[in-house]
């Protein structure tokens, strides 16, 4: 069964700063998704990644996938106020539904 | 363009009471799948259905059944509600595992005194 795993959980960060969150996941999974959550909100569909070595960007958000080490990253770029949200990294459990990890909360301070 | 829509938005209930949760979609998508969101535990999966007429259980599907009422709607049923089930509850669906992410509902906020 896959269980997936994210670090930080919790993310302050000020604005204009750079920081990367992880995603580690237990057993192979073939793509690894990462969505964006607001508060009282449904979740948004962010990147997803299809294949090792995939890179996806949207404007200072840019998500890797290392399916050898079983890691993706979600890393931003120059944060500013707007993406202080919760970010979750999902990934495909053996192709038959979705495994999701805790999330990351950012906060984003100016 | 709807996409995902779950009824009703909120929902106070009693213990022991029961309630149907509605979710439809209208992508023509062929797999459906509910999930609850507690705080600090991202989100778990109840039941899925992977197309019209197979369902199967997730990771936490005890006290709740579903029904796959036709391609574009997948029902989610509490018999007989707990306290435990308080929840925010979403529906989401994807056209098949392959390289499209799940397009979710707005949420079912469910409230169980």
């Known amino acids: 069964e896959l269980k997936v795993e994210q670090n930080p959980l919790f993310l302050s960060m000020q604005e204009g700063k750079n920081y990367t969150i992880y995603c580690n996941y237990s057993t192979t999974s073939d793509r690894l998704y990462w969505y964006r959550q607001d508060p009282g909100k449904s979740l948004e569909s962010l990147f997803v990644?299809?294949?090792?070595?995939a890179v996806k960007q949207e404007g200072r958000l840019m998500a890797s996938l290392d399916t050898k080490a079983r890691l993706s990253t979600l890393h931003i770029t120059a944060a500013v106020h707007d993406l202080s949200a919760t970010y979750f990294c999902?990934?495909?459990?053996?192709?038959?539904?979705?495994?999701f990890g805790p999330g990351t909360r950012l906060s984003v301070l100016p | 363009n709807a996409g995902v829509t779950q009824t009703p938005k909120f929902q106070v209930l009693k213990t022991g009471q029961s309630m149907t949760l509605q979710c439809a979609q209208d992508?023509?998508?062929?797999?459906m799948y509910w999930y609850r969101q507690d705080p600090g535990m991202g989100l778990r999966l109840i039941y899925y259905?992977?197309?019209?007429?197979?369902?199967d259980k997730g990771e936490v599907p005890n006290g709740y059944n579903v029904s796959r009422l036709n391609k574009r709607e997948f029902s989610l049923r509490l018999e007989s509600a707990a306290p435990s089930q308080t929840s925010v509850y979403f529906c989401?669906?994807?056209?098949?595992?392959?390289?499209?992410?799940?397009?979710f509902g707005d949420g079912t906020r469910l409230s169980i005194l």
């Open positions: 259905s992977a197309s019209e007429g197979t369902t």
């Open positions: 990644l299809l294949s090792n070595g």
């Open positions: 999902a990934g495909d459990n053996y192709g038959q539904n979705f495994v």
């Open positions: 989401a669906s994807i056209e098949g595992l392959g390289s499209k992410p799940q397009h």
């Open positions: 992508m023509n998508h062929n797999s």
